[in-house]
């Protein structure tokens, strides 16, 4: 069973407000969407090379052009299960030793998105920058690794999650624009390996899909592959 801490790890009086600023521009976060957390033991970290962190994704705006907003996803170290309220000194053990850039998942996202934009991709997120920094004293693991990827916000909810409800005209609109979206990011030359509707956002006024969420993902050379079966390992469907 998944351990769930119950902590607020981007606790709201922490981050909203919050000023980051990025290569040519700074963005006041303005409301958080969502966050989650990964959390591990000592033992698990230590044997298996994985990482106990969260993830924050907020809503922020250009702080010199405040109608122009954007969207900043955040990756965060948090200490291993059931030391969160150790000292900061025994949290600060967590930290890697020798953190200077940006997570391995979090610069596959980046690429992606870089690769992405630079393609004119119109179904995925403009990347917009990045940045790394250490944690401070005062955050949860002082020294951990903190990540931001900033992007453009999309319109859109994700699709509905109980099929069955769906007029099937509705059913047969998303599909084929999530198909027109997955074929234009192939194209550019990216494919998604994380399917499922948790990373698809479904714009019905435009009548258009946009794939999110890129940390896992592989560089391939453009090509027009698709199968039916796709739909079933998107969660769009429940059988051929």
């Not at 900043?72 to 000292?87: D, F, G, L």
Request: aromatic content about 12%; charged content about 25%; some cysteine.
């Amino acid at each position: 069973m998944r351990y769930h801490s119950g902590i607020t790890w981007f606790d709201e009086s922490v981050w909203i407000n919050r000023q980051i600023t990025f290569e040519n521009s700074t963005w006041q976060i303005t409301h958080k969407l969502k966050e989650r957390e990964i959390p591990h033991s000592k033992d698990e970290v230590e044997s298996w090379g994985l990482d106990s962190e969260a993830h924050g994704i907020f809503v922020c705006v250009n702080t010199r052009s405040r109608c122009e907003d954007a969207v900043v996803k955040v990756r965060m170290q948090i200490p291993y299960i059931k030391t969160a309220y150790n000292s900061g000194q025994e949290r600060a053990e967590q930290a890697p030793t020798c953190v200077s850039g940006l997570h391995p998942l979090t610069q596959f996202e980046v690429n992606a998105l870089k690769g992405l934009t630079l393609k004119g991709c119109s179904s995925t997120p403009k990347f917009m920058g990045s940045k790394f920094q250490a944690q401070g004293s005062e955050d949860w693991v002082p020294g951990g690794y903190l990540d931001y990827v900033l992007m453009e916000k999309m319109s859109g909810t994700r699709p509905p999650a109980h099929w069955e409800r769906v007029p099937q005209q509705e059913r047969d609109t998303v599909l084929a624009a999530f198909k027109r979206a997955y074929l234009e990011c192939r194209a550019c030359g990216w494919k998604h390996d994380d399917p499922g509707v948790q990373n698809i956002l479904w714009d019905s006024e435009k009548g258009k899909c946009y794939l999110v969420d890129w940390e896992d993902c592989t560089e391939i050379e453009p090509d027009a592959f698709w199968r039916e079966g796709l739909y079933v390992m998107w969660n769009l469907k429940s059988d051929y």
